[in-house]
């Protein structure tokens, strides 16, 4: 297996598995590469392209800003049993939503809405460690 040993503005280094380095251009690998990424290369004469091995992409998955992994069982407990008061929010790092359940946990609505989010969480797909993006 290949590594991205080294990523640079324009290029990005791979140690290969016959112990050889190649530098890539940035512009030729079409996911975002992070450094330990385990890919695989395929090159003929005319081509390149690198493609990161399912379980690296798995490990290395997308977390859109503002966002963060919990484990899901974790966020599902809390949300079930105190998310009218927004436990699970604070837990997911989401301190402003966390204060708002908090200060409207008199109203009963913010236990509904923790209700249909431990509903969306159960339903989401956890990765390999059991975690998930909330």
């Given at each position: ?115 249909i989010e431990l509903i969306i969480a159960i339903c989401k797909p956890a990765d390999a460690n059991g975690m998930i993006v909330a």
């Amino acid at each position: 297996m290949s590594k991205i040993l080294q990523i640079t503005p324009d290029s990005v280094t791979i140690g290969l598995s016959n112990g050889g380095i190649k530098d890539v251009p940035l512009a030729a690998i079409n996911f975002p590469p992070k450094i330990g990424m385990e890919v695989e290369v395929y090159e003929d004469q005319n081509r390149l392209i690198v493609t990161p091995t399912p379980s690296s992409a798995a490990a290395f998955e997308f977390v859109p800003e503002g966002k963060k992994k919990v484990n899901k069982i974790a966020y599902c407990l809390l949300a079930f049993f105190l998310g009218g008061i927004g436990v699970h929010k604070f837990y997911a790092g989401h301190m402003i939503l966390g204060i708002i359940y908090l200060l409207f946990c008199w109203t009963l609505i913010p236990g509904l809405i923790a209700l249909i989010e431990l509903i969306i969480a159960i339903c989401k797909p956890a990765d390999a460690n059991g975690m998930i993006v909330a």
